[in-house]
């Protein structure tokens, strides 16, 4: 039974940082890319990044690129998301998700290419 299982959300001032854990398990978590996405309230979720199965490739939404780090620990089964100069438009229910298949390219970060997702983490960016 494939579980991703969110942590680490909270609330920071804007400029702060916050480190973003998923757990997985059930699967091969190193056979598959994994990518973070994000929810506002009364809105779709939008794609945030992606991190390959291999962790060689990356991809990242404009709005967080050059502020926000996805990494993997493949020996935790552990995807991460380090989210530095915070604003408050970052706030929103982050989700882990995994790849529906295990293609070693990045996709395009698009919902229907995974298949399983965390129950979300809070983040508050506010003063």
């Known amino acids: 039974q494939v579980q991703l299982v969110e942590s680490g959300g909270g609330l920071a001032l804007p400029g702060g940082s916050l480190k973003l854990s998923c757990v997985a398990s059930g699967f091969a978590f190193s056979d598959f890319g994994m990518s973070w996405f994000r929810q506002y309230p009364g809105h779709e979720r939008e794609f945030v990044a992606v991190?390959?199965?291999?962790?060689?490739?990356?991809y990242y939404e404009d709005f967080v690129r050059g502020r926000f780090t996805i990494s993997r620990d493949d020996a935790k089964n552990t995807l991460y998301l380090q989210m530095d100069n915070l604003k408050p438009e970052d706030t929103a229910l982050y989700y882990c998700?995994?790849?529906?298949?295990?293609?070693?390219?990045?996709?395009?970060?698009?919902?229907?290419?995974?298949?399983?997702w965390g129950q979300g983490t809070q983040v508050t960016v506010s003063s």
């Open positions: 998700a995994k790849r529906r298949d295990t293609s070693w390219h990045t996709g395009t970060g698009a919902p229907f290419e995974y298949d399983y």
């Open positions: 991190l390959t199965r291999d962790g060689e490739s990356t």
